[in-house]
């Protein structure tokens, strides 16, 4: 049975950082793609980032570019998602996820990732 276990959320002040793990274990997650979608109450869900199995493909939404950086060790079937410079508005719940997306612009649609974390809490206080 395929599972994703989160952990390295909390409470961290704006402009600092935090780093997420998601350890993944089960025979179907071999070769997939992983990444992480947010929730933040009362909005919209987020697909955050995502990188191919090789590493050599990486999505990132907008909001997130030049401050998240998406990172993974297949020895150790963990993707991390190191969060610098972080806002109040990065408050959320994070998911980790993994699937198997065909194409670059299927990396950055949730609907290819069919695994899916319990969630890791991040709070930026301002």
């Known amino acids: 049975q395929a599972q994703l276990v989160e952990s390295g959320g909390g409470l961290v002040q704006a402009g600092g950082s935090l780093r997420l793990s998601c350890v993944a274990s089960?025979?179907?997650?071999?070769?997939?793609?992983m990444g992480w979608d947010r929730q933040a109450p009362g909005k919209e869900r987020e697909f955050v980032a995502s990188i191919s199995f090789s590493g050599g493909n990486t999505y990132y939404t907008d909001s997130v570019k030049g401050r998240f950086s998406i990172s993974r060790d297949n020895a150790e079937n963990t993707v991390y998602l190191q969060m610098d410079n972080l806002k109040p508005e990065d408050t959320a719940v994070y998911y980790c996820?993994?699937?198997?997306?065909?194409?670059?612009?299927?990396?950055?649609?949730?609907?290819?990732?069919?695994?899916w974390g319990q969630g890791t809490q991040v709070t930026v206080s301002s």
């Open positions: 089960g025979r179907n997650l071999s070769l997939t793609a």
């Open positions: 996820v993994a699937g198997y997306p065909k194409t670059l612009a299927a990396m950055g649609d949730r609907s290819h990732f069919v695994y």
